[in-house]
T-cell receptor
Framework: EAQVTQNPRYLITVTGKKLTVTCSQN?????MSWYRQDPGLGLRQIYY???????DKGDVPEGYKVSRKEKRNFPLILESPSPNQTSLYFC?????????????FGPGTRLTVL | AQKVTQAQTEISVVEKEDVTLDCVYE???????LFWYKQPPSGELVFLIR??????QNEISGRYSWNFQKSTSSFNFTITASQVVDSAVYFC??????????????FGRGTQLTVWP
């Protein structure tokens, strides 16, 4: 089954404790991205990647890192999480050539930073 | 710059009422794509519909219908005879066609729809 998976789905952590949220897709998509969703703000892009070893900042990159060592994986790294990073996170992917620019979303990761 | 505005933050209706969710977008591109997503209380994003800028035909899918009007830069979503299961947050989104960003999505802030029994 074609899908985007994220792990963990739920995480409660404390300020300053490094964490990684994994994202993996099995559709051989070139493009992957991370969004965060906050009440009243919709979804905002954190980082995106056009292909392996090619990443760039989105609208709200502060406090996050990403890497794209393999085509299928695009982990989101919080080196020193803070309470303002409490949010719902979505990973998405799409092929380079797409008739409708449709992106495929993962199920979301609900992160709470205490 | 790309922008999507969903002016309705929250809407409450009683079951069987019709309800329209508004979406207004801004873009200078001639080629772009519009989407609606549903987010039920469980949190996942459910894709509902997509439209490209050259296709202004309205669409109906069961109780759902979409009205795309380029003249007013709007892509409104109507639910006919609403049901409790329609309660969710609905997002409108815009995607450009630029190779530099590979069609990233710009989301509105969402409309929380509550349907009461």
């Amino acid at each position: 089954e074609a899908q985007v998976t994220q792990n963990p789905r739920y995480l409660i952590t404390v300020t300053g404790k490094k964490l990684t949220v994994t994202c993996s897709q099995n559709m051989n998509h070139e493009y992957m991205s991370w969004y965060r969703q906050d009440p009243g703000l919709g979804l905002r892009q954190i980082y995106y990647s056009m292909n392996v070893e090619v990443t760039d900042k989105g609208d709200v990159p502060e406090g996050y890192k990403v890497s794209r060592k393999e085509k299928r994986n695009f982990p989101l790294i919080l080196e020193s999480p803070s309470p303002n990073q409490t949010s719902l996170y979505f990973c998405a992917s799409r092929p380079r050539w797409s008739s409708y620019n449709e992106q495929f979303f993962g199920p979301g990761t609900r992160l709470t930073v205490l | 710059a790309q922008k999507v505005t969903q002016a309705q933050t929250e809407i409450s209706v009683v079951e069987k009422e019709d309800v329209t969710l508004d979406c207004v977008y801004e873009t200078r591109d001639t080629t772009y794509y519009l989407f609606w997503y549903k987010q039920p209380p469980s949190g996942e994003l459910v894709f509902l519909i997509r439209r490209n800028s050259f296709d202004e035909q309205n669409e109906i899918s069961g109780r759902y219908s979409w009205n795309f009007q380029k003249s007013t830069s709007s892509f409104n979503f109507t639910i006919t005879a609403s049901q409790v299961v329609d309660s969710a947050v609905y997002f409108c989104a815009l995607s450009d066609d630029r190779g530099s960003t590979l069609g990233r999505l710009y989301f509105g802030r969402g409309t929380q729809l509550t349907v009461w029994p």
